[in-house]
């Protein structure tokens, strides 16, 4: 089957110039105070603590698509903790520094927290909340923030000394850089990829074995670190703060360089800090024309460039995935479905079935989607699920997976009943699934899809992740070289470089099945993997599960595509109304006369 198109124009090495001009913007940022003196040093030094702050909304945002308002909020609290640390307390500014940060992390657990619950405007809504909620303690607890006339403090110093413009200058940078790096190596490493796939498809995500609310609180809590960092530079540097700096405007400010410059790349906090920060000034200095500005660049960016400005590059020169690609026979070495041994742990169990199903029931309201079903399915075979539109097969797949919670009913698999597991455990322990409605990773690419079902393979840490440790290097590798390999089965891995989105439909039902398989699953629930497919891609599919099934996975399949299922299944159970009306092999389901009446009528028919 011919699944890939013709080869696209290779794309502008997009590495090579960033790089480019990181280092140019580097050697221009070190070299600036030299040449431009200490007014225009001040003004960069603001510009350097937005790019922080603004790091850290693009992590939480950007990349984990948790869009809030609570920057300024976060921001506030890094800026007092510091001055408060340092002016009521007497303490000098590192430990101003480590506190501010501390309570930013503190009112990050207010976006977190509810983000478990609710998410896009509800979320929004939440933080405009708290940024109401921190501006009346900044004005009403006159006792340790100064109220409405704000506090001053000793400023940045070290060992009681205070610090020279020159010195503040290049603490910024040098934080603001390290704060670049971080970004950088979260992107590259599981962490990143558990973000982005949390903000393409929570559902997914969590079918790929990502704790999806630990990786939101993460994701939230490192913008909390960075605004922090941010807000106590900001105090220390000005020597004075109020409670006007951190109100609802400069949220909006910060919401705007991320938009502007590109949610969700390395470069964009950096890219929209100068265009919000240095054009307004071209125009007027007059505050309300700049508001009116920044208006209008929003109004215009959106329209026109809503990936913002290094979005639309990247996309102008097709910079979506950079992996240098090795040949098949290369990738065999790493995965080979056709001489695969399904590793069994060293505690099998002991029941004579991988999965059984014990009188499950599902309610939604009063309708029982899925109605006493009990079956079970032996190791290694293909069991099909058939019955009519509505009968319950998506609900019994999803109540295996956790993600439905069964009314009554025992779901075991392995011996181990699963009902109150959480989805993304369950995953971990050896169920993976596709989805009817196929669910990728779609702004990320070909290969990040595979890589993000391999994500509890990973096992570096934060430090392995910021350090870029020789064993996160080695993991990250060896599941790149996995994943290739399982492109490499399905036949995509010319694809790997590019958008999961751009495939056609057959190719990303083919991802699904990839991303399924490289959980390295004992059991692969496949929802309709056919459905919407011709003929060749069914023949495809059919040959591709046969192997499946001989390398040791046991397959439950759901499919309405008859003769697929009569040629490829073990074992067909059938449902209907959320009742199991027959269970047998496919000759026996073809000729139950209940079946024919309930479902397969002409269908099997024309097939027998
Ligand atoms: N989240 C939900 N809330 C309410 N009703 C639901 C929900 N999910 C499924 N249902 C209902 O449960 C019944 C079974 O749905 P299900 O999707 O499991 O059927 P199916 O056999 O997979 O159908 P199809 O072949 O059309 O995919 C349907 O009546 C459906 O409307």
Redesign the pocket.
């Known amino acids: 089957m011919e699944l890939s198109s013709a080869k696209k124009p290779q794309p502008l090495n997009y590495k090579n110039l960033s790089y480019l001009l990181y280092a140019l913007i580097l050697v221009l940022a070190v070299a600036f105070p030299m040449f431009a003196g200490q007014y225009y040093a001040r003004y960069v030094i603001v510009m350097f603590i937005t790019i922080i702050i603004s790091i850290g909304y693009n992590i939480s945002s950007g990349y984990c698509g948790l869009v809030h308002f609570a920057s300024a909020a976060m921001y506030a609290a890094g800026a007092y903790g510091a001055a408060v640390m340092m002016t009521r307390f007497d303490m000098p500014f590192i430990v101003g520094l480590l506190f501010g940060i501390l309570v930013a992390c503190f009112v990050s657990l207010f976006v977190s927290i509810p983000a478990f619950r609710v998410s896009g405007h509800y979320l929004a809504l939440i933080s405009l909340g708290l940024i109401v909620i921190v501006q009346e303690i900044l004005v009403e607890w006159n006792t340790v923030t100064g109220g409405p006339a704000g506090m001053y403090n000793q400023g940045i110093s070290f060992f009681g000394e205070p610090l020279t413009w020159l010195g503040q200058y290049y603490l910024i940078l040098a934080l603001m850089l390290i704060g670049l790096i971080v970004q950088w190596g979260i992107s590259k490493s599981y962490l990143g990829r558990a973000f982005r796939s949390i903000k393409n498809d929570a559902i997914a995500a969590t079918g790929a074995g990502v704790n999806v609310r630990l990786f939101m609180v993460i994701a939230i809590l490192i913008s909390g670190i960075y605004a922090g960092t941010a807000g106590a530079l900001y105090a220390g540097y000005s020597g004075y703060i109020s409670p006007d700096t951190f109100g609802f405007n400069y949220t909006v400010y910060i919401l705007l360089v991320v938009v502007i410059g590109g949610a969700g790349t390395l470069a964009g906090p950096i890219v929209g800090t100068v265009i919000i920060t240095v054009l307004p000034e071209f125009f007027s200095a007059s505050p309300d024309i700049k508001l009116f500005f920044y208006g209008l660049l929003l109004i215009v960016i959106t329209i026109t460039m809503p990936d913002g400005i290094i979005g639309k590059l990247k996309k102008f020169v097709m910079a979506y995935g950079n992996e240098k690609i090795p040949d098949a026979n290369e990738v065999k070495k790493h995965f080979d479905l056709d001489n695969y041994n399904l590793d069994e742990d060293n505690t099998p169990d002991k029941s004579e079935y991988i999965l059984d199903l014990k009188n499950l029931t599902k309610y939604?309201?009063g309708?029982a989607?899925?109605s006493d079903l009990s079956f079970q399915i032996e190791r290694g075979a293909i069991y099909s699920l058939i019955?009519?539109?509505?009968?319950?097969?998506?609900?019994?797949i999803?109540l295996i997976t956790g993600m439905?919670r069964a009314s009554t009913g025992e779901v075991i698999f392995r011996d181990r009943k699963l009902n109150s597991i959480e989805p993304y455990i369950i995953s971990g322990m050896g169920i993976s699934r596709t989805f009817?409605h196929v669910r990728l990773f779609g702004r990320m690419t070909v290969l990040e899809n595979v890589l993000v079902g391999k994500h509890l393979a990973f096992q570096y840490g934060i430090f392995g992740t910021l350090l870029r440790t020789p064993k996160m290097r080695r993991q990250e590798r060896l599941n790149k070289e996995r994943a290739l390999a399982y492109l490499d089965t399905i036949g995509l891995l010319d694809k790997a470089n590019e958008e999961a989105a751009s495939l056609s439909y057959g190719q990303q039902k083919l991802l699904d099945l990839a991303r399924a398989l490289s959980m390295e699953p004992k059991l692969l629930l496949l929802?309709?993997p056919c459905a919407g497919l011709n003929e060749t891609e069914i023949n495809y599919f059919a040959n591709l599960i046969k192997r499946i099934r001989n390398s040791g996975i046991t397959i439950l399949l759901?499919e309405?595509h008859m003769k697929l299922v009569m040629d490829i299944s073990d074992r067909i159970i059938v449902?209907e109304y959320?009742k199991k009306i027959a269970e047998g092999n496919p000759k026996e389901i073809q000729e139950n006369s209940a079946v024919r009446e309930a479902y397969l009528g002409t269908a099997v028919a024309e097939y027998a």
């Open positions: 939604f309201g309708l989607a899925v019955g009519p539109n509505g009968a319950g097969k998506s609900t019994t999803n439905d009817q929802d309709e759901i309405h449902l959320g």
